[in-house]
């Protein structure tokens, strides 16, 4: 029956476009599949028609195809189409996806597109795209992650100073949960990555998801026990909101509410959000909070171009076009992200955005691992146990790691 199946999905990717095909007057086809960037869909394609039709003016041998895909099932329709060398030329996905897929040998290298302008990317935009040496993206936009207050909850406990490191984030605690206010909104829900949730306190306290070589997990160890510590401490001292083992970042949650104070891993959308629901002048932007090092969650998109393309020059021109200043800088302005070059301009029309900017210099992409995700799905519940007093700090990261370092022993 599984043979079946995946015999039915190669068929129906096959009628979605195909990668490297030319149409009748000769012209050489590239297909990109295009995901969300911009939330509005009808702003969204009018911005890739457009884009679509300007490089095809300038350049009128190549039929340029936009696929605008949903982000849901996108891992599973990619590496579908990448075994299948059908479906698309172009792709854009993020760091964490490209080492599965760059050793099993489906992506081309695309280090000569960025060659002539490589001084103008970011550079942590470039070698987060980089694995094993190799660029595998080009990045087209930047993504950062700060913490964003509700100013007014804070106000009600007396506290004008905002805090700036996780431990006068612990300090403030109390004082916020006298007034029955959480001071730290985590969301631990499975719906929310770990990179917006767990990882940042690891990250900020030195450690690391994997060991150095890739062989093992590393995020039980001395850092790890440390960070989840905290957030058990927290909520002991009424610092996080009872239900934050299965919270989701939802609009009108605790922080809407004033119910928290505090939403760690935020990007400006949630800070307009925020302050759409309780007003912008309650709202403020931090940089990312000081621990023993200043890290916060932050990646580029990136065009990765198949190994099977058959129009692998066209499609590296096209890509080159995307990621050239001018079309970044439109990007960044639709899609409220930044772009990932510094000669392209940052929107400056969002005081939040501008906030934000602050804070791209801290921005780090997350551990590349080609079983990423799979240990952070058996991380997850593991968490959730502990903050539900089901198990220890070092019971749950232990038992993490166990079934996490079986998955890595065995190639992702």
Not at 73 to 90: C, M, N, Y
Not at 183 to 204: C, D, H, K, Q, R
Not at 376 to 381: E, R, T, W
Request: glycine content about 10%.
């Amino acid at each position: 029956m599984r043979k079946i199946l995946a015999a039915a999905l190669l068929l129906a990717l096959a009628g979605c476009g195909s990668s490297g095909s030319g149409d009748a007057s000769g012209k050489k086809t590239v297909t990109m599949w295009m995901y969300p960037v911009i939330d509005d869909q009808a702003k969204s394609k009018a911005f890739w028609t457009k884009v679509e039709k300007d490089f095809e003016a300038k350049n009128p041998t190549v039929d340029i195809k936009i696929d605008l895909q949903p982000w849901e099932g996108r891992q599973e329709k990619v590496t579908t189409s990448l075994a299948s060398k059908k479906g698309f030329d172009i792709v854009l996905l993020g760091p964490d996806q490209i080492p599965q897929y760059a050793k099993q040998g489906s992506l081309a290298p695309v280090d000569d597109v960025v060659a002539q302008d490589k001084a103008a990317f970011r550079p942590g935009a470039l070698t987060a795209l980089t694995t094993d040496g190799k660029l595998y993206g080009v990045p087209i936009y930047q993504t950062v992650t700060a913490p964003i207050f509700n100013k007014k909850a804070f106000a009600e406990a007396g506290i004008t100073k905002l805090p700036e490191t996780y431990d006068e984030v612990k300090a403030d605690a109390p004082k916020l949960a006298a007034k029955k206010i959480a001071i730290l909104m985590y969301p631990g829900g499975p719906e929310t990555t770990l990179n917006l949730s767990f990882y940042p306190v690891l990250w900020s306290n030195g450690g690391s998801v994997f060991a150095p070589d890739g062989k093992s997990v590393a995020f039980n160890g001395p850092e790890g026990v440390q960070s989840l510590q905290y957030l058990l401490d927290l909520k002991a001292a009424g610092g996080l909101p009872e239900n934050a083992a299965t919270l989701t970042k939802t609009e009108g949650g605790p922080l809407e509410q004033g119910k928290a104070g505090i939403l760690n891993a935020a990007a400006n959308i949630d800070a307009v959000k925020l302050g759409a629901a309780i007003g912008a002048e309650n709202v403020a932007v931090g940089l990312p909070f000081k621990g023993a090092k200043q890290v916060t969650f932050g990646i580029p998109g990136g065009l990765l171009l198949a190994k099977h393309s058959e129009n692998a020059d066209a499609a590296k021109k096209f890509i080159q076009y995307v990621a050239s200043a001018p079309v970044a800088t439109d990007l960044a302005k639709e899609s409220g992200y930044f772009p990932a070059r510094t000669d392209a301009q940052v929107d400056d029309s969002s005081p939040t955005l501008k906030e934000f900017a602050k804070s791209l210099e801290y921005a780090y992409p997350g551990d590349a691992h080609p079983a990423a995700r799979q240990v952070m799905a058996l991380l997850v519940p593991e968490i959730q146990a502990a903050l539900q007093g089901k198990k220890t700090a070092k019971q749950a990261l232990d038992d993490a790691a166990k079934a996490a370092n079986a998955v890595v022993a065995g190639g992702g």
